[in-house]
């Protein structure tokens, strides 16, 4: 097994960055098992199965490893995807000064310590996630999403485990909206996720291309596409593009959470959201992520501002 040992910038956490993907059995493309992190990503056309874990978690700086289970492209291709998506280098001293010096957040910086938001490895699969998970509950999405890769992913098996990629967009264009509704999506969902593909086989969803553009463009962009709305563009913003200015004002569970750390429990408007995580300016979509986080772990705050 070929491995390859990773310095992350401190802090960092393993087993808090990816504890969000621990929350569903049906997730079939990021698994956790006992502590690691695996997925299947395709790289030239290649499925390569990684495993990420980390070297001694209790120091104060642990090293992660990278191992390479099946497939035959050299390592550090693999590294550079594994790396951006576990947000490995990403510098948030800034951020943890920021949650320090307030009165509300600073237990966050201490509760979750090393937590790092994780992106989706290309345009793709984070607008179709984010297609299906439109107006149903997350648990619901997560269930329609392993329908979606079981039908069009690649898979391979391990020790007698099952493991599998993302659908690749030529895979997605292939199908038809009656196939899409089949596994309980609506005609709506299938018709977008149908052009996301068309999309992306045409270029206009390239990432590196993508990455030279501005918010405002990439938002004017997407909502031109069927089915994407200014939700789903802020997501795409966060959760591809790693964006973390930007905060998904309208998500209800970021209004909920923000209202019960931030406004002693009242539910705010989206503008409100707005203005309570401009101060934080670059970082506002990390701190509002460190609040949604602390409400799915059940942190409470320490008192009401």
Same mark, same amino acid.
């Given at each position: 097994?070929?491995?390859?040992?990773?310095?992350?910038?401190?802090?960092?956490?393993?087993?808090?960055?990816? %504890?969000?993907?621990?929350?569903?059995?049906?997730?079939?493309?990021?698994?956790?098992? @006992?502590?690691?992190?695996?997925?299947?990503?395709?790289?030239? %056309?290649?499925?390569?199965?990684?495993?990420?874990?980390? !070297?001694?978690?209790?120091?104060?700086?642990?090293?992660?490893?990278?191992?390479?289970?099946?497939?035959?492209?050299?390592?550090?291709?693999?590294?550079?995807?594994?790396?951006?998506?576990?947000?490995?280098?990403?510098?948030?001293?800034?951020?943890?000064?920021?949650?320090?010096?307030?009165?509300?957040?600073?237990?966050?910086?201490?509760?979750?310590?090393?937590?790092?938001?994780?992106?989706?490895?290309?345009?793709?699969?984070?607008?179709?996630?984010?297609?299906?998970?439109?107006?149903?509950?997350?648990?619901?999405?997560?269930?329609?999403?392993?329908?979606?890769?079981?039908?069009?992913?690649?898979?391979?098996?391990?020790?007698?485990?099952?493991?599998?990629?993302?659908?690749?967009?030529?895979?997605? @264009?292939?199908? *038809?909206?009656?196939? !899409?509704? *089949?596994?309980?999506?609506?005609?709506?969902?299938?018709?977008?996720?149908?052009?996301?593909?068309?999309?992306?086989?045409?270029?206009?969803?390239?990432?590196?291309?993508?990455?030279?553009?501005?918010?405002?463009?990439?938002?004017?962009?997407?909502?031109?596409?069927?089915?994407?709305? +200014?939700?789903?563009?802020?997501?795409?913003?966060?959760?591809?593009?790693?964006?973390?200015?930007?905060?998904?004002?309208?998500?209800?569970?970021?209004?909920?959470?923000?209202?019960?750390?931030?406004?002693?429990?009242?539910?705010?408007?989206?503008?409100?959201?707005?203005?309570?995580?401009?101060?934080?300016?670059?970082?506002?979509?990390?701190?509002?992520?460190?609040?949604?986080?602390?409400?799915?772990?059940?942190?409470?705050? +320490?008192?009401?501002?």
């Amino acid at each position: 097994m070929e491995s390859l040992r990773i310095q992350p910038r401190p802090p960092y956490s393993l087993e808090r960055t990816i %504890g969000a993907f621990a929350r569903f059995p049906e997730e079939l493309v990021d698994r956790v098992e @006992a502590g690691t992190y695996r997925r299947l990503i395709v790289l030239q %056309g290649q499925p390569v199965l990684v495993q990420v874990d980390e !070297l001694d978690p209790s120091a104060s700086n642990p090293f992660l490893r990278l191992a390479r289970l099946s497939g035959h492209l050299p390592l550090d291709e693999a590294a550079a995807r594994v790396t951006r998506m576990l947000a490995v280098h990403e510098p948030l001293d800034e951020l943890y000064e920021t949650l320090a010096n307030h009165p509300t957040l600073s237990v966050l910086s201490v509760h979750l310590a090393g937590l790092r938001r994780t992106v989706d490895p290309d345009p793709v699969e984070g607008l179709v996630s984010s297609v299906l998970a439109q107006l149903i509950s997350i648990r619901g999405a997560a269930v329609i999403r392993a329908r979606v890769v079981r039908r069009f992913g690649t898979s391979v098996t391990l020790d007698d485990q099952e493991y599998w990629s993302f659908p690749q967009a030529d895979a997605l @264009a292939g199908s *038809s909206v009656d196939e !899409l509704c *089949s596994i309980g999506m609506t005609r709506a969902k299938a018709n977008a996720i149908l052009a996301i593909a068309a999309a992306a086989l045409t270029g206009e969803l390239d990432l590196e291309q993508l990455e030279r553009e501005s918010d405002e463009t990439i938002r004017t962009h997407l909502i031109s596409l069927p089915g994407i709305g +200014p939700w789903t563009a802020d997501w795409f913003l966060v959760n591809v593009m790693g964006r973390m200015r930007v905060v998904p004002s309208g998500d209800l569970g970021i209004r909920r959470s923000t209202g019960n750390w931030l406004l002693g429990g009242r539910m705010p408007s989206p503008d409100e959201v707005r203005d309570l995580y401009d101060p934080f300016g670059e970082h506002r979509a990390y701190v509002a992520y460190y609040v949604l986080s602390a409400e799915r772990l059940g942190i409470q705050p +320490p008192s009401n501002p």
